[in-house]
């Protein structure tokens, strides 16, 4: 697909299919949902269509009648689309279980060390005194929106205080690239793998994070050093089509399309003049990876931190996952308000 062939009427095209392929998708009330959703609530904000949130209310509506899971790290993801809902229609009961997460995160939230969060993906102890970059997109994100939205300045501190320590316990000193975990017990990186996906979350969320603090804020200059540097990093990376491989520097591991969408979107939002081709090339790789029903391929299952590289490359990438879905909505939602002039 030639760039001068790229219309945001297309890319809007693109977003209303991928909205309703994944609205066929029967989610729990958990992350993959978390993200998913977010997509949506970032295609309603692109495009204006007031029946994707029509349907989001829908689907919220029908699982609180069946009843909520106990709250983990990474079911907070859910809170994100409670505060657009709440945002977009104005209902209460919105923003009440949305605090109702964001205080489970900063009141009765598994931590370690420096209170730190511990990822947690159940009620049980399963990756002790561990910290995921999974968790700033699952928590600490949504966290810092809750306490900016309510001015919640113990919630907007605790945030910024995850993002501080897992640029700390994770960010390379050399690459700057993001490693995966990071076990507080051994105080190693486990495998010590650049996971693409991983890198997405990080950089987008500290792109988001920059929107909503300034310069008044003392861990601004760090959450934005920590991006450029690794921002820099992976524009380095990026293949001939425009994706990223599941493990940043092994070029013989996929290409993986959740990963590429996350580090596009958060290319975008940061908004460095000279990444622009580098977004236009990530939007090509993503598209070509997205079928006439909406169904965003070549997304890696979900991962844990595996033991080595050569697990990482074999995880699968068969099935439609709402990672994908949601990180591709939100990089669509993205071009198409940021990207394409008014005339496109």
Same mark, same amino acid.
């Given at each position: 697909m030639k760039e001068n062939? *790229?219309?945001?009427?297309?890319?809007?095209?693109?977003?209303?299919?991928?909205?309703?392929?994944?609205?066929?998708?029967?989610?729990?009330?958990?992350?993959?949902?978390?993200?998913?959703?977010?997509?949506?609530?970032?295609?309603?904000?692109?495009? $204006?269509?007031?029946?994707y949130l029509e349907r989001?209310?829908?689907?919220?509506?029908?699982?609180?009648?069946? $009843?909520?899971?106990?709250?983990?790290?990474?079911?907070?993801?859910?809170?994100?689309?409670?505060?657009?809902?709440?945002?977009?229609?104005?209902?209460?009961?919105?923003?009440?279980?949305?605090?109702?997460?964001?205080?489970?995160?900063?009141?009765?939230?598994?931590?370690?060390?420096?209170?730190?969060?511990?990822?947690?993906?159940?009620?049980?102890?399963?990756?002790?005194?561990?910290?995921?970059?999974?968790?700033?997109?699952?928590?600490?994100?949504?966290?810092?929106?809750?306490?900016?939205?309510?001015?919640?300045?113990?919630?907007?501190?605790?945030?910024?205080?995850?993002?501080?320590?897992?640029?700390?316990?994770?960010?390379?000193?050399?690459?700057?690239?993001?490693?995966?975990?990071?076990?507080?017990?051994?105080?190693?990186?486990?495998?010590?793998?650049?996971?693409?996906?991983?890198?997405?979350?990080?950089?987008?969320?500290?792109?988001?994070?920059?929107?909503? *603090?300034?310069?008044?804020?003392?861990?601004?200059?760090?959450?934005?050093?920590?991006?450029?540097?690794?921002?820099?990093?992976?524009?380095?990376?990026?293949?001939?089509?425009?994706?990223?491989?599941?493990?940043?520097?092994?070029?013989?591991?996929?290409?993986?399309?959740?990963?590429?969408?996350?580090?596009?979107?958060?290319?975008?939002?940061?908004?460095?003049?000279?990444?622009?081709?580098?977004?236009?090339?990530?939007?090509?790789?993503?598209?070509?990876? *997205?079928?006439?029903?909406?169904?965003?391929?070549?997304?890696?299952?979900?991962?844990?931190?595996?033991?080595?590289?050569?697990?990482?490359?074999?995880?699968?990438?068969?099935?439609?996952?709402?990672?994908?879905?949601?990180?591709?909505?939100?990089?669509?939602?993205?071009?198409?308000?940021?990207?394409?002039?008014?005339?496109?």
């Amino acid at each position: 697909m030639k760039e001068n062939n *790229i219309t945001k009427e297309l890319i809007f095209e693109y977003i209303d299919r991928i909205v309703d392929r994944t609205f066929a998708i029967d989610f729990t009330w958990d992350w993959p949902a978390g993200v998913a959703f977010h997509g949506v609530c970032k295609a309603w904000e692109a495009t $204006g269509k007031e029946s994707y949130l029509e349907r989001l209310e829908q689907w919220v509506a029908t699982y609180r009648r069946v $009843g909520l899971p106990p709250f983990t790290v990474n079911a907070c993801a859910m809170g994100h689309t409670l505060l657009t809902l709440y945002e977009g229609t104005g209902k209460q009961e919105y923003l009440d279980l949305a605090v109702e997460k964001a205080t489970y995160l900063h009141e009765r939230a598994v931590r370690f060390g420096d209170k730190v969060f511990q990822h947690t993906v159940s009620t049980k102890n399963d990756f002790p005194e561990q910290a995921w970059v999974d968790t700033l997109f699952m928590a600490a994100y949504f966290l810092l929106r809750m306490g900016r939205k309510l001015d919640n300045k113990a919630w907007v501190e605790d945030a910024l205080h995850q993002y501080y320590w897992h640029e700390e316990l994770l960010q390379d000193e050399r690459t700057n690239l993001f490693y995966h975990g990071w076990d507080n017990i051994h105080k190693n990186h486990m495998s010590s793998v650049f996971w693409a996906r991983g890198n997405a979350w990080a950089a987008l969320t500290m792109a988001e994070a920059l929107k909503l *603090i300034d310069y008044t804020y003392p861990m601004f200059m760090q959450i934005d050093g920590a991006l450029r540097d690794q921002l820099s990093a992976l524009v380095r990376l990026q293949s001939e089509s425009g994706l990223w491989h599941t493990v940043l520097t092994d070029p013989t591991s996929y290409e993986e399309v959740s990963a590429s969408s996350g580090i596009g979107a958060a290319l975008i939002r940061y908004g460095h003049p000279l990444h622009r081709a580098y977004v236009d090339r990530a939007l090509h790789g993503v598209l070509a990876h *997205i079928d006439e029903d909406g169904s965003v391929r070549d997304v890696s299952a979900g991962t844990a931190v595996m033991a080595d590289a050569e697990a990482y490359k074999q995880v699968p990438k068969k099935r439609v996952q709402g990672w994908g879905q949601g990180l591709a909505l939100v990089f669509l939602s993205y071009y198409g308000i940021h990207c394409m002039q008014p005339e496109e």
